[in-house]
């Protein structure tokens, strides 16, 4: 099972960025999955989530309106677009999946709910 996240970069604030959460070795089909962010010295925070069925989303309020997670199934594939950024968006942002392969429902921006992880990618926003 790997998770493998790129699209991260040096951007001025006000940019965008899409960042991409590609699996290898197992479907995502059955997964909820998640984006966390850490800046230095600060913990792990979770940044959305959207259910295996995909009709369930969630987001941190300091990204709500600006932020946006989609899935890509047949491209095994989840990503998060992010707009408007802002300094104190900087941070390694990591996906992560939980399995969810009965109610389809679940989401949740607890880090400890997850079990496997990526192993993420940097965003810098600066002028």
């Known amino acids: 099972l790997q998770l493998v996240e790129s699209g991260g970069g040096l951007v001025q604030p006000g940019g965008s960025l899409r960042l991409s959460c590609a699996a290898s070795?197992?479907?995502?089909?059955?997964?909820?999955i998640g984006w966390f962010r850490q800046a230095p010295g600060k913990e792990r925070e979770g940044v959305s989530c959207?259910?295996?069925?995909?009709?369930?989303?969630i987001y941190a309020d300091s990204v709500k309106g600006r932020f946006t997670i989609s899935r890509d199934n047949p491209k095994n594939t989840v990503y998060l677009q992010m707009n408007s950024l802002k300094p104190e968006d900087t941070g390694v942002y990591y996906c992560?999946?939980?399995?969810?392969?009965?109610?389809?429902?679940?989401?949740?921006?607890?880090?400890?709910?997850?079990?496997?992880w990526g192993q993420g990618t940097q965003v810098t926003v600066s002028s």
């Open positions: 959207i259910s295996s069925s995909g009709g369930m989303t």
């Open positions: 992560a999946v939980r399995a969810d392969p009965d109610g389809r429902t679940w989401t949740s921006l607890g880090k400890d709910e997850y079990d496997y």
């Open positions: 070795g197992f479907g995502l089909d059955y997964f909820a």
